[in-house]
């Protein structure tokens, strides 16, 4: 039987969408104000949900508290108050979208949980009304 468990988590960070190789008008005709030259903030919510076989032993899926120091390690640590395209290594050269912000996420999380069985989604809130979903698909 697949049960999922999920964890909740906050971080605050800058970034600027845009393109280098486009002229200020492109990025300004595509972006809208996220192409702001001094960049902007958000206060992204993160969902983070595993699904696996409930561990006959223990009766989890994960244990929250791994979870947890997951998340801390690989994500809040990584992306709470920086500027994501100046500060994060892995925006030097990708666009810090919503949509790749929650891929990059799920790349960092994968590894750690230990089981390749572990199914892994992760949902991340740009704004209370903006959010995008990944598992790995």
Do not use: Q
Request: charged share 25%.
């Amino acid at each position: 039987m697949k049960v999922t468990v999920s964890r909740k988590a906050h971080f605050n960070a800058a970034h600027r969408l845009y393109r280098k190789d486009w002229s200020f008008e492109k990025n300004d005709a595509v972006f809208g104000k996220c192409n702001n030259p001094n960049f902007h903030g958000h206060n992204y919510e993160l969902i983070v949900s595993v699904t696996g076989d409930i561990d006959e032993e223990t009766g989890y899926v994960i244990d929250m508290k791994v979870l947890k120091d997951i998340i801390k390690t690989k994500v809040e640590d990584a992306f709470d108050h920086k500027n994501l395209n100046l500060e994060v290594p892995e925006f030097k050269t990708l666009n810090p979208t919503a949509e790749n912000i929650a891929v990059v996420i799920f790349n960092k999380i994968k590894p750690s949980l230990g089981n390749p069985k572990l199914g892994l989604e992760i949902t991340l809130y740009e704004t209370p009304r903006n959010f995008v979903s990944y598992s790995g698909k």
